[in-house]
């Protein structure tokens, strides 16, 4: 087996990098001074999957829908635990519609048939 193939530059001074300047890690202190903007839920996650049309699979277009409103009701569920855990959830919209959110969206108006 052949040794690596590298040319090796005669005489070249490998190059000093240019340093950046040190940053803290989180950021600074300016960037905590204005209150983090609360988080609504949205009430149907998949409404801009639905916008979009159905995607171009023939056969399979209903299946790929189930799929995607799941994944994007998954995300969204997620996103709502997160804002949750760091207390960013906007709680004032949640009082009326408590027993809806239990329901994910895509079972929304199944039972009505």
């Not at 171009?56 to 635990?81: C, D, I, N, Q, W």
């Amino acid at each position: 087996m052949s040794g690596p193939r590298r040319r090796k530059a005669s005489g070249d001074r490998p190059r000093a990098r240019r340093r950046s300047p040190q940053r803290d890690f989180w950021g600074n202190a300016d960037a905590f001074a204005e209150p983090a903007v609360r988080i609504a839920p949205a009430d149907d996650p998949t409404v801009m999957l639905h916008s979009l049309s159905s995607p171009p699979l023939p056969g399979r277009e209903t299946v790929a829908v189930h799929y995607f409103a799941a994944v994007a009701e998954k995300a969204a569920s997620l996103a709502v635990a997160l804002a949750a855990a760091s207390d960013l959830l906007d709680l004032l919209d949640l009082g009326d519609d408590e027993e809806e959110l239990t329901e994910p969206a895509s079972m929304r108006g199944l039972s009505d048939l």
